[in-house]
């Protein structure tokens, strides 16, 4: 381990990965924490390219790009799309050693784990969880979306941008 202020000392980056389709507050809240805990965050933007989302990813990227630019850690933070790859080989390439996720309650826990173990079997990474703002345990990216193509308001769940951008969307698609 290096010692403060030594040259052998090492960036902590860390990967926060998800399909962010789209970015919701719960999301940003997650990548501002990790980002004020470690030196330098990758937004991981993870997509399956046979599968259409609500929005494109270059649409997502910069839903998250600009919710961020608004925030004091947005200079050590950056947004990244990666296709069809394992998430361990995304963070080797991108030299991190830590994946950031966030924790809604015991239901993410449940899914989370495996993956967690599976990430740690397969690369030795490990995986932080970040205990959810509990205003925000009930957003999901799903959920939201489901809200806002019944004319529910959204507002205060995702940033205004993206709200806007879901009643277009959604009404578009019917
Ligand atoms: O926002 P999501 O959909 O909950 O994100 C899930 C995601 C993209 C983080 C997860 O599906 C993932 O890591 N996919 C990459 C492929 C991979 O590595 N799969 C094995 C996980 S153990």
């Known amino acids: 381990m290096g010692s403060v202020g030594s040259v052998t000392d090492t960036v ?35 997509h399956n390219p046979a599968k259409a989302g609500t929005f494109t990813v270059p ?9 961020v630019a608004a925030r004091d850690v947005a200079g050590s933070v950056r947004v990244e ?11 080797r390439d991108l030299d991190a050693s830590v994946i950031v996720k966030g924790l809604r309650g015991s239901t993410d826990f449940e899914y989370e784990l495996p993956m967690a173990l599976m990430n740690r ?17 009930h957003v999901s990216s799903s959920l939201v979306k489901e809200v806002a193509r019944f004319g529910g308001d959204v507002s205060g769940l995702v940033p205004d941008e993206v709200r806007d951008a879901l ?7 019917g």
């Open 121 to 137: 079997h397969l690369t030795g990474i490990e995986t932080v969880f970040v205990p959810g703002d509990p205003a925000l345990a």
């Open 167 to 173: 009643v277009e969307r959604l009404r578009a698609d």
């Open 59 to 67: 649409e997502r990227i910069a839903f998250i790009e600009r919710a």
């Open 12 to 46: 902590r980056r860390a990967v926060c990965p998800g399909s962010y389709d789209p970015v919701t507050q719960g999301h940003l809240d997650v990548i501002v924490r990790a980002a004020a805990i470690h030196d330098e965050v990758v937004v991981a933007v993870l």
């Open 81 to 91: 799309a990666f296709a069809g790859r394992l998430l361990v080989d995304v963070c």
